[in-house]
């Protein structure tokens, strides 16, 4: 018999005054609840009642005994039930793992929020502009920008991620403003470099869609060091809404092609299809979506 069982068939026993009273409780017979008592003297050594044809009575030791078998199962329940919380409430380290531009200007923004809403929860936040496998790197969720080719994700679709054709006025006023994307060949076009593809700008007007091919002195990795470069007069950038709209707010940059609608960029927050949805990870799939979903106003990374 298990010695867990036992203990509660004791203390049952003790509390309804009986073996018969304790077994119309533990739905068990009288005949049970008499072998569960007998098991635990036996294990002890020792008399845990003094037995008479009309009553039972605890032995001195057996007092002691009933007072720290109903402490440990106190005990007992106290874990059971703090486990149970556990997988009610959000908490716990989530790792999450997000493009460097969207992550480091608008998800940061907004963590504050999410983190004294969710007391409990760590985010471990992860700025790669790569293709990050969720699995093998041990991220419980991602945001993605572009298609979605892997057919193994869940993903919940949030706000396009819309582009700005910018440069500084100083550049402007030293090789002037392109006024159609066909007089962009004429000036120095900072890239994003993403694999093999940095050089090709696309544009629509009217329903009419052209991609064109631009040049530049210098290109990276990173939407921080190309705005950077803008800022100090270098070129024309080509760059998310939320890096750009604030330097555009202060005048340091100036959006140009206005009337010329930019490629936008599908963009999901995703989970592998076989991640057990605990409530830390979709608590904070729920507070993402309520902030740059599809039916969120149009995000604008702070002043």
């Given amino acids: 018999m298990d010695r867990l069982t036992s203990m509660q068939i004791f203390v049952r026993v003790v509390e309804k005054g009986g073996f018969s009273a304790a077994a119309e409780e533990a739905r068990i ?9 007998r098991q635990l003297e036996e ?3 020792v008399r845990l009642l003094n037995r008479t044809t009309r009553r039972q009575s605890l032995t001195e030791i057996g007092q002691l005994y009933f007072e720290r078998c109903k402490q440990a199962l106190l005990e007992i329940e106290a874990a059971d039930a703090s486990v149970k919380q556990m997988q009610l409430l959000p908490r716990g380290v989530l790792r999450v793992t997000a493009p460097a531009t969207f992550g480091g200007q608008m998800l940061s923004a907004v963590v504050r929020a999410y983190l004294e809403r969710y007391p409990d929860v760590e985010l471990d936040l992860s700025l790669n502009d790569r293709v990050v496998d969720l699995v093998e790197e ?36 030293r090789c002037g403003t392109p006024q159609t994307p066909q007089q ?8 994003f470099v993403h694999g093999n593809h940095y050089d090709r700008w696309r544009f629509s007007r009217d ?3 052209q991609e064109i091919e631009v040049h530049g002195n210098f290109r990276a990795n990173n939407g921080l060091a190309l705005r950077t470069a803008a800022l100090n007069g270098i070129g024309i950038i080509m760059q998310p809404e939320a890096l750009l709209c604030g330097e555009i707010a202060a005048g340091r940059l100036r959006r140009l092609l206005s009337g010329y609608e930019l490629e936008h960029r599908p963009m999901h927050i995703v989970v592998a299809s076989n991640r057990k949805m605990t409530p830390k990870l979709t608590s904070f799939i729920e507070f993402v979506v309520e902030h740059f979903g599809r039916d969120a106003g149009s995000f604008t990374a702070p002043d």
Avoid at 184 to 191: E, V
């Fill in 43 to 45: 294990q002890l050594g």
């Fill in 184 to 191: 962009l060949r004429g000036h120095n076009c900072m890239s």
């Fill in 138 to 173: 041990g991220f419980e969720v991602a945001i993605r920008i572009g298609a979605l080719p892997d057919s193994t994700l869940v993903a919940r679709p949030l706000q396009p991620y819309r582009a700005l054709v910018c440069a500084a006025p100083e550049y402007l006023a």
């Fill in 29 to 37: 017979s009288p005949t049970m609840v008499g072998k569960h008592v």
């Fill in 207 to 209: 329903g009419v869609e």
